[in-house]
């Protein structure tokens, strides 16, 4: 347990006793013993919740609520009181008190309203933050792309979005954008106002990621000492994003295929099926069909992901973007870092389109970044971008493997031939006479093509 909680009464004993009981709980305790006081130690270092009482020596419990909550809106706030002053504490409650206990209380009922006030607290907060984060950084004016293979990808993600598509699996090398996308789909879909959950596959081990996703009971195992929910109740209406799903352990994927089938879950420990009313995104950098074969993931899980399949290109197959992504950083990180970089020359952007990018739009990111902050004044030249480049560049003859399709399967041949398309598309600038000619096919063929997967 961690927080600052402020305890605010007159009665010594109750300060002393609560404060004791709350310190051995791991909390840090500050006290006052009137409301004056209590207020000014508040201005002065703000508690995460405090403990009240309704009746103090110099001002009423009311008023010192009102105080406090006209500095924090979102305070927590717990109130005591005797018995006999029950209409006060609706009042009380209606002034914003998360909760009040009748005097004398058990510190029992105290502890776990206080729990739950500071975890309700603390949720939405973090709720309002990603809420933020998200309006502020993933939208559709900060993503970027002009290629005919993110043009698709913009299509698809605006199509999804308006849809009631359910699942959906986003595929592509480290630093694509794949949580970029992610987010752009739930900006547009719906359930924008509802929370987005992400969540990291890789970073918890199987049976602590089971509780995170679909919550436990109170006793289901040693550490369960209360009800949690999941991130599939708490995202309700919304969207979970299940980052790095290919890491994911083998009998969690059973647990998760059937939630997908079945459309509800049960916590752990839990006996009622719940509803499951969120839109699931999953997204990796592995080679799921490589992971199938080797045994690490179930092909079931993988086709049932797979309904809504998202590919995000590696950079290098889509170089006219470079220049736009890179303007895009210079811009953004002029506003950061205070600067006035002017927008990139051909000389910067013929070595950018030289390199390979293996680390993709981070890397180039990333490049900008430390260019920005450490080197140009008022411009960026060649040698700001870091000679390591250079040697990448002579590796492959300038012509980074524009036309490797490694990473591109798995893949239907619809998908296929479209990216076929849009890529010999982008090389020839648009021009439609000189792509039939490439591909093969005659102008009528292709236009029919384009009109049919939407190129336009
Ligand atoms: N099309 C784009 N336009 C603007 N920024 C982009 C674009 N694609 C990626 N980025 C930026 O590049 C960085 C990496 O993107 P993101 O985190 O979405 O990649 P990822 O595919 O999830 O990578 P990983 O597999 O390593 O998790 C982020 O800062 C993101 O904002
Ligand atoms: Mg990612």
Redesign the pocket.
Known sequence: MSGKILVIDDEKTIRWSLGEALKNQGYEVDEAENGTEGVKKFMEDPADLVVLDLKLPDKSGIEVLRMLREEDPALPVIMMTAYGEVETAVEAIKGGAYDFLLKPFQLEKMKVSIKNALESSRLKSELDGIRKKERD??NFR????KSHL?NEVFRKVTKIGESRASTIL?Q???????????RAIHESSRGVDQPFMEINCAALPENLLESELFGHEKGAFTDAKFKKKGLFELAEGGTIFL??IGEMGITLQSRLLRVLENKTFRRVGGVNDLKVSTRIIA???RDLLKAIQEGNFRSDLYYRLQVIPIY?PPLRDRKE?IPL?AN??IDFFNREFKKKIKKTSPEVEARLQAYSWPG???E??NVIERAILLEAEDELLPEHIPVEMDADEAENGGAASGNDMRGVYPMSIRDMEKLLICRTLDETDGNKSKAARILGISRQTLREKTKLYEMD
């Open positions: 950084t993933y900060n993503f970027i792309g993110m986003i592509g090398e480290s630093g694509t954008g794949k949580e970029l996308v992610a980052d790095e997204a990796t950098n995000l973007d992504l895009h950083f993709n739009v981070r180039l990111r």
